[in-house]
């Protein structure tokens, strides 16, 4: 039987079985932004909600994490005045400081985030507001869905993996493409992986094809 691959992300994409881990549900009725200048978004999903709730958030300069977030923003109408290549909390955050000491930042996060921006800057001498506007929960599945053997499954997120564990147990014939190393961090420990080259969906499901390729040729 030939090897599938699995994209565990909400976003179905061609060439791959759609499993999604994890669905949104928005936490806020609005956004205060009396006492900011610049916002901050570390996910395209962060974008999607703040429009949901106030469309006026693109009247404000963004920092966007990641190249799906700064297209999400510029594909709303908003304004990018920052983009890291990649988001690795504490450089991020090193970055941050150095560069918009003097501005009034609002990070607009989910409930749950993997690194303490605010913690740090506070540190650097530096207020970051925050607001959570979302939630992620996992979507709950029988054993009957898990993946098949040698399957290559996509995981786009720390809460993808967190998620996929709580319905499934790992099996060692499993190969993981992960969307960068922050989410690398969550794999089991016993879990072979490898990690896509730019931390994009698109990335991940070529680095996917790469392995069917080399597994077939064998």
Known sequence: MSRAIYLLSPVPKEG??????????????????????TLMFTSKQAVVTADKIDPSWKNYPCIAIGSATKKQIEELGG???????S????VLSQDIAEFFRDR?????????????SKGFLE?????????????????????DRKPS???VIIFTSPST??????????DESYMAVVIGRSTKVHLPK?????????????????????ILLTSNSK
């Open 104 to 116: 009034k930042l609002l990070y607009l996060r989910p409930k749950e985030i993997s690194f303490d």
């Open 16 to 37: 791959t079985i759609a499993l999604p881990m994890i669905d949104f549900r928005i936490t806020a009725k609005s956004i205060d932004f009396s006492h900011i200048d």
């Open 123 to 143: 540190k650097e001498g530096i207020t970051l507001q925050e607001q959570t506007i979302y939630e992620t929960f996992c979507i709950k599945y029988s054993p």
């Open 79 to 85: 304004k990018v005045i920052y983009h890291p290549g």
């Open 87 to 90: 988001f690795y909390g504490e």
């Open 190 to 210: 016993n879990a072979v992986y490898t990690i896509a080259d730019t931390p994009l969906i698109s990335s991940c499901i070529e680095k996917a094809k790469e």
């Open 161 to 170: 993996i967190h998620c996929f564990l709580k319905s499934f147990e790992w």
């Open 149 to 151: 053997k040698d399957a």
